[in-house]
């Protein structure tokens, strides 16, 4: 138990760093509808060009740019896939991701990680954020807002402030459109092939980003570092969804409703961790998490129909397209 | 305002599937004219409004919408002329969106979207004034989403946003075909009313001879992917049911026609 609350501080930390990645796969999941697998591949390319540059001693925000810029650019090329190539979203992301995996190791220069040097004070004080602030800032070595929850709080404030803006641009309310009826929005004049195309580089822009932001705090890159990060993005939706969906209508608050979903996901691996789960059996549990919040919504409308549906059918569709 | 010179468009070409849909469609409408489309199943109605609408590109032929050439132009870039309501109620709106959000994307149709806000002051009370002379009660709804509204309260929806920013072509497709008797007929009352105060150059495919009698001051037929009747003016005016039904057997030159287009 005592393990677990000691640990708990790395784990909103960790989770907070996630939840700006699950943002980004909220974009591509929940407003443009559709299931982007590049993120596996374009959260690892984020953190490899993060630790590569920062190592070569560049400026870490010029640094945390391009490592979003790339993850833009490989959305960009899934985004192309399925509308220039008409391959289905879903493949269009596979060949992405698995594309990738060479990439990413060439940004490494062929090698499986790439570490960040923190071995002394001058270069740790270089970071931003760091696993070894979370120590510092209990033994109070450090002041409080050098600690990963505030600095990734901040970012996630900012991009959620950034989001909202653009959500309710002409250009923003474009894309909803576009995830919500792309029938509709063509009819609108609107070009589609250009919303989802931006949709998906915005998405992994976030995603990247918040590889880089992890490969810092955790002071290395690593080529496994994506697998499965579509699976823990996804739980962060569907938890966020599932306890806050009747509280938050705001789109604001619904992008930190993610963010938070990421932290809980955090906090019950932590806990499953510290009740002596082997770590390796951590992605099962964490598919078969998801494949049952996924399943519940389809299960509810199947088995639990209450009988005066029946009669209200036209209602019922209508808010199941809500 | 519409001028559509012989096109031709075949569907799985070369496959056992062949369909030709257009074989030779030529049709010119003038500036307001308001022209109902009837046609048995298969007959090639919708398939022309989607023609002109830019879903898919024609095999042969050209469209010309206000003088420019569409043929080759895209359906978004075509929607800059077209305001279009469709057969299936969800088609038209966007369902995980507020009534005031879709009704802000209508009003920018044909216009470049940038990074000014989505939705400006000035434009609810545009909207709000909008919906109360609909008279559906919409106007106190206007943050609900439109999923939530009925089949008949999208399409008065969709109608008001393809006449926000007037169309050169406004194009209905059958859009009271899922609705039930008495909101089909309130919904096709609007559609006049629309038609008439914007002054809008019409094309309405229907089911219903009698719909297609009353409204609109022409009245086109097809059969086989080809138009085979062409009322307007006066002729149209006295036109019959039992006429129309004559006229098209004597066209088609077979009575099991009649069926077909009955029962369809």
């Not at chain 1, 900012?158 to 309710?168: E, K, R, S, T, V």
Request: hydrophobic share 50%; aromatic share 8%; glycine share 10%.
């Amino acid at each position: 138990m005592l393990d677990f609350i000691t640990a708990l501080p790395g784990a909103v930390s960790q989770g907070l760093i996630w939840g700006i990645m699950a943002i980004g796969v909220y974009i591509t999941y929940k407003l443009l509808d559709i299931a982007d697998l590049t993120v596996d591949g374009s959260f690892c390319t984020g953190g490899a060009t993060f630790a590569v540059l920062f190592g070569a001693g560049v400026n870490l925000w010029l640094a945390l740019l391009i490592a979003l810029a790339v993850g833009m650019l490989t959305g960009f090329v899934t985004g192309l896939l399925h509308t220039f190539c008409g391959i289905p979203a879903i493949l269009s992301g596979i060949l992405t991701q698995l594309g990738l995996w060479s990439v990413n190791l060439a940004i490494m220069s062929m090698k499986a990680n790439v570490s960040i040097n923190v071995t002394n004070q001058e270069s740790l004080d270089r970071l931003l954020v760091s696993l070894r602030f979370v120590q510092d800032v209990a033994k109070g070595e450090r002041p409080f807002w050098q600690h990963p929850i505030f600095v990734v709080g901040l970012f996630t404030a900012a991009i959620i402030a950034i989001l909202y803006w653009f959500f309710g641009t002409e250009l923003g309310c474009a894309l909803r459109a576009t995830g919500s009826n792309a029938n509709m929005a063509r009819a609108q004049g609107i070009n589609t092939d250009f919303t989802k195309v931006l949709g998906l580089m915005l998405s992994n822009g976030l995603v990247a980003l918040s590889g880089a932001l992890l490969a810092q705090y955790q002071s290395y890159a690593d080529i496994n570092m994506g697998r499965g990060a579509i699976v823990i993005g996804l739980a962060a939706v569907i938890i966020g969804e599932v306890i806050f969906s009747r509280l938050f209508h705001n789109f604001a608050l619904k992008l930190l409703a993610v963010s938070i979903g990421a932290i809980l996901y955090y906090i019950v691996i932590q806990a499953v961790l510290a009740m002596g789960l082997n770590s390796n059996y951590l992605k099962l549990l964490s598919a078969c998490v998801v494949g049952l919040f996924l399943a519940l919504p389809y299960w509810k409308g199947k088995y639990f129909r209450p009988q005066v549906k029946a009669v209200k059918a036209e209602s019922k569709g209508g808010s199941r397209n809500a | 305002m519409l001028e559509i010179k012989e096109i031709f468009k075949t569907f799985n070409a070369g496959t056992v599937n062949e369909k030709q849909a257009l074989r030779g469609v030529s049709l010119t409408l003038n500036d307001g004219d308001f022209c109902t489309v009837i046609g048995g199943n298969g007959a090639g109605k919708s398939t022309m409004l989607n023609a002109v609408a830019g879903v898919w590109t024609v095999d042969s032929g050209t469209i010309s919408i206000g003088g420019t050439d569409v043929t080759r132009l895209p359906e978004f870039k075509r929607a800059k002329f077209i305001g279009r309501v469709f057969q299936d109620p969800m088609m038209g709106t966007a369902p995980s969106m507020q009534i005031i959000e879709n009704l802000a994307l209508a009003a920018r149709r044909g216009q470049s979207r940038g990074l000014g806000w989505g939705i400006t002051k000035a434009e609810k009370e545009r909207y709000h004034e909008l919906l109360c002379n609909l008279g559906l009660g919409l106007e106190d709804r206007l943050t609900s989403k439109v999923g939530l509204l009925s089949g008949g309260q999208r399409q008065a929806l969709t109608l008001l946003m393809a006449s926000l920013q007037k169309p050169r072509l406004l194009l209905l497709d059958e859009h009271t075909a899922a609705l039930d008797p008495k909101t089909a007929a309130k919904v096709l009352e609007l559609s006049d009313r629309i038609v008439e105060e914007n002054h809008l150059t019409t094309m309405m495919v229907t089911h219903n001879m009698k719909d297609a009698i009353a409204h609109g001051n022409r009245l086109i037929m097809m059969y086989d992917g080809r138009i085979v009747i062409d009322v307007s003016g006066e002729e149209k005016k006295k036109l019959t049911v039992p006429q129309l039904l004559e006229l098209f057997s004597k066209v088609s030159g077979s009575d099991e026609a009649d069926d077909k287009l009955l029962l369809s």
